[in-house]
C-alpha cells in the first residue's frame, strides 16, 4: 500500500506537470489561448500539507522514479493520470475495508485496551512490590554483612580460646600428680609393672615442672613438695633394689648372667637416676663396675693358668732360626732344641685360626682341650717367643678382630687393639731380621756332606715365605714386604755359595735348578702366580735350565754345536768361501751323529732323571734338551745347504729330519 501511494503522488506530480507544459503551448505566454481543453484541477491538492514540501518536491520524484513499478509504467506507457485515479479509488477501497474491518473489531480492540488498562495496572503494583523488595533487600544485605563480621570475631575468640584451653590443658595435665602414680610408687614393689609404668610418668612430671619452673610458671610450688618427696621415695627403692642384685653376683658359684638379664628388663630404673639423682646413679655404677670387675679377673685368670696347661711343651727358641744347621752341636747343659725346627717354618694348619668360622668360634674350653688331648699353640711371653709365624698369625687375628669390631661399632677395645699390636710387630721384625741374619752368616763349608738335591734351607725359606705371602695377602704390609724381600735375597746369595762348594758347573747348574724348582712349587701352592717371588724364582730357573741344557748337549754334540756356530757366523759376514775347507770335518760330524745320536741321547735322559728330584722337571728339561738338539740339527742342514757344501758326498748320509723328530719323541718320558 505504501508503493501504492508513492505511485500516486508521483503520478499527480508528472500530471501535474505535464498539464502545465499542455496548457503553456496552447495559450503561450498569457496562458489564455483557445488550445487550453479543460481546466485545471486543484481540489485535491492539499498545499498546506506537510508532506508537500516544495524544496523536497525533486527529491522525491527522482526517488519514485527508481520503483520498479513506476519505471514499468514508464515504459509501457500507462497514462498517468488514469493510474493515478486508478490507484487512489483502490486506496479508497481498501482504507473503506480497513474501517469496515475496524468497526467490525471495535469490541475486540476494546476488550484489548481493557486488558491493557489493566495489565499497566498489575505491572504497577508489580513495580511498588518489586521497589518494596529491593529496599528490604538492601537492609537484609547490610544485616548479613553485620552478622558475618560478627560470626569472623566470634571464630577468632573461639580459636584463641582453644589455643588456651590446649596450652593450658597441657600444663595443668603435666602438673597434676594423680592418685594413681602416688600409689604405686609409695606401696608397689619395683617389680611390678604397674610401677615402672608410673615411675615413667613421674619423670615425665619431673621434666615438666623443670622446664615451667624455668619459664617462671608460679603453679609449679603447688606440686614441686609432692614430686621431691616421690622421686626420694622412688630413687630409694630402687637403690636397694639394683644393690641388692649387685651383690648377688658375689656369692660363690653364681651364673652373674641370670641377674644381668634380670637387670637388663629395669635398665630405665638406671636411666631414672641418671636424671633425677646422678649422685646415687654414680654409687650403683661404680658398684657394678668394681664387682664385675673382680669376677671377670677371677674368671681371667682362672681361664688363663687353665691355657698355660694347653701351650705347646715345644716352644722355638733363639737356636731355632732358619739359618741354623740341623747337625749344630749343643753343651752338656743346654736344653734340647726343638724336636722338628721345621715346623716353625711351616704354616700348616694354623693359617686355619684367622678364617671368619674360627674368628667367631666359641672360645677355647682348657678341660675339654686337656681331656681330649689337645694341643693349642699360644704365644704367652713374646719376650722367649722366636716363632715368626706364630706372631704373625697372632698379628693378623688382632687385625680381623679389630676390623670386626669397626663393623659393630665397639670403638672401645681400639686402644687395646693399639696395644696389643705395638708389642706384636716389633717382635716379628725383630725375629725376621734375625733369621736374615743367620741365612747371611750361614758358612756353607760346616754344613758337611753336600748333594745336589734341594736343600734343606731353602726348603725352610720356600715354606717360611710361602707363609707369610699367604697370611699376608689379605691385610697387606709393606714393611713385611721389604723384609721378605732382604730373606729372599740372603737366600738366593747362599743358594750360589753352596752352589760352588761343587767342583763341576754341570753339578752346580743341577744343585741350583732343584733348589729354584723345589722354591717356586712351594711358593706357587700358596702365594699368587703375580707375586715378585714367584716371578723372581721363575726367572732363575728359566735362565739356569737353559744354561744346564747347553752344558748336557756340549760332551755329545758339542763338536756340531761349535761348527754350526762358526759357520753361521762365516755366512753372516759372508765369508762362506773358507766353508770348503771344512769337508773333512763335516763329514767327520755327520758320520759321528748317526752312529752315536741314540746312544747319547739315551744316556742325556737317563742323566737328567738321575739329577733331578722333580721327576716333572726332568722331563721338561729333557723335553727342551731334545728340543734344542732337533733344532740345532735342522741348522746343521741349512749350512750343508750352501753350496759350498751342497756336493759334498757325505750329504747322503744325513739323518732326515722328520725321521729324527719321530726318534726322539720315542726317548720323552712320560709320567
Not at 406 to 416: E, I, Q, S, T
Amino acid at each position: 500500500m505504501a508503493a501504492a501511494a508513492t505511485m500516486a503522488a508521483a503520478a499527480r506530480e508528472l500530471m501535474l506537470r505535464a498539464g502545465a507544459s499542455d496548457m503553456e503551448e496552447e495559450e503561450g505566454p498569457l496562458g489564455g489561448g483557445p488550445g487550453l481543453q479543460e481546466p485545471l484541477q486543484l481540489g485535491e491538492l492539499d498545499i498546506s500539507s506537510d508532506e508537500f514540501i516544495l524544496d523536497e518536491v525533486d527529491v522525491h520524484i527522482q526517488a519514485n522514479l527508481e520503483d520498479e513499478l513506476v519505471k514499468e509504467a514508464l515504459k509501457t506507457g500507462v497514462d498517468l493520470r488514469h493510474y493515478s485515479k486508478q490507484v487512489e479509488l483502490e486506496l479508497q477501497q481498501i482504507e473503506q475495508k480497513s474501517i469496515r474491518d475496524y468497526i467490525q473489531e471495535s469490541e475486540n480492540i476494546a476488550s484489548l485496551h481493557n486488558q491493557i488498562t489493566a495489565c499497566d495496572a498489575v505491572l504497577e503494583r508489580m513495580e511498588q512490590m518489586l521497589g518494596a523488595f529491593q529496599s528490604d533487600l538492601s537492609s537484609i544485605s547490610s544485616e548479613i554483612r553485620t552478622l558475618q563480621e560478627q560470626s569472623g570475631a566470634m571464630n577468632i575468640r573461639l580459636r584463641n580460646r582453644q589455643a588456651v584451653r590446649g596450652k593450658l590443658g597441657e600444663l595443668v595435665d603435666g602438673l597434676i600428680v594423680p592418685s594413681a602414680l602416688i600409689t604405686a610408687i609409695l606401696e608397689a614393689p619395683v617389680t611390678e609393672p604397674r610401677f615402672l609404668e608410673q615411675l615413667q610418668e613421674l619423670d615425665a612430671k619431673a621434666a615438666a615442672v623443670r622446664e615451667q619452673e624455668a619459664r617462671g610458671t608460679a603453679a609449679c610450688a603447688d606440686v614441686r613438695g609432692i614430686l621431691d618427696r616421690l622421686r626420694v621415695k622412688a630413687v630409694t627403692k630402687i637403690r636397694e633394689f639394683i644393690l641388692q642384685k649387685i651383690y648377688s653376683f658375689r656369692k660363690p658359684m653364681t651364673n652373674y648372667q641370670i641377674p644381668q638379664t634380670a637387670l637388663l628388663k629395669y635398665r630405665f630404673f638406671y636411666q631414672f637416676l641418671l636424671g633425677n639423682e646422678r649422685a646415687t646413679a654414680k654409687e650403683i655404677r661404680d658398684e657394678y663396675v668394681e664387682t664385675l670387675s673382680k669376677i671377670y679377673l677371677s674368671y681371667y685368670r682362672s681361664y688363663l693358668g687353665r691355657l698355660m696347661k694347653v701351650q705347646y711343651e715345644e716352644v722355638a727358641e733363639k737356636d731355632d732360626l732358619m739359618g741354623v744347621e740341623d747337625t749344630a752341636k749343643k753343651g752338656f747343659f743346654s736344653k734340647p732344641s726343638l724336636r722338628s725346627r721345621n715346623t716353625i717354618f711351616t704354616l700348616g694348619t694354623r693359617g686355619s685360626v684367622i678364617s671368619p668360622t674360627e674368628l667367631e668360634a666359641p672360645i677355647l674350653v682348657p678341660h675339654t682341650a686337656q681331656r681330649g688331648e689337645q694341643r693349642k699353640h699360644l704365644e704367652s711371653y713374646l719376650t722367649d717367643c722366636y716363632d715368626a709365624i706364630a706372631v704373625f698369625l697372632c698379628i693378623h687375628i688382632v687385625l680381623r678382630f679389630r676390623n670386626i669390631a669397626a663393623k659393630r661399632d665397639v670403638p672401645a677395645l681400639d686402644r687395646y687393639w693399639e696395644q696389643v699390636l705395638a708389642l706384636l710387630w716389633p717382635r716379628f721384625e725383630l725375629i725376621l731380621e734375625m733369621n736374615v741374619q743367620s741365612v747371611r752368616s750361614t758358612d756353607p763349608q760346616r754344613l758337611g756332606g753336600l748333594d745336589t738335591r734341594p736343600h734343606y734351607i731353602t726348603r725352610r725359606y720356600a715354606e717360611f715365605s710361602s707363609a707369610l705371602v699367604s697370611i699376608n695377602q689379605t691385610i697387606p704390609n709393606e714393611r713385611t714386604m721389604q723384609l721378605l724381600g732382604q730373606l729372599q735375597v740372603e737366600v738366593e746369595n747362599f743358594v750360589l755359595r753352596v752352589a760352588a762348594e761343587f767342583s763341576s758347573r754341570k753339578e752346580q747348574l743341577v744343585f741350583l735348578i732343584n733348589n729354584y724348582d723345589m722354591m717356586l712349587g712351594v711358593l706357587m701352592e700358596r702365594a699368587a702366580d703375580d707375586s715378585k717371588e714367584v716371578e723372581s724364582f721363575q726367572q732363575l730357573l728359566n735362565a739356569r735350565t737353559q744354561e744346564f741344557i747347553e752344558e748336557l748337549l756340549s760332551p755329545p754334540f758339542g763338536g756340531l754345536v761349535a761348527f754350526v756356530k762358526e759357520a753361521e757366523a762365516l755366512i753372516e759376514r759372508g765369508q762362506a768361501e773358507r766353508l770348503r775347507g771344512e769337508e773333512a770335518r763335516v763329514t767327520q760330524l755327520i758320520r759321528g751323529f748317526g752312529s752315536s745320536w741314540k746312544s747319547s741321547v739315551e744316556s742325556l735322559s737317563q742323566d737328567v732323571m738321575r739329577s733331578f728330584t722333580n721327576f716333572r722337571n726332568g722331563t721338561s728339561i729333557i723335553q727342551g734338551a731334545l728340543t734344542q738338539l732337533i733344532q740345532l740339527y735342522h741348522r746343521f742342514h741349512r749350512v750343508l745347504s750352501q753350496p759350498q757344501l751342497r756336493a759334498l758326498p757325505a750329504r747322503a748320509e744325513l739323518i732326515n729330519i722328520h725321521h729324527l723328530m719321530v726318534e726322539l719323541k720315542k726317548h720323552k718320558p712320560n709320567f
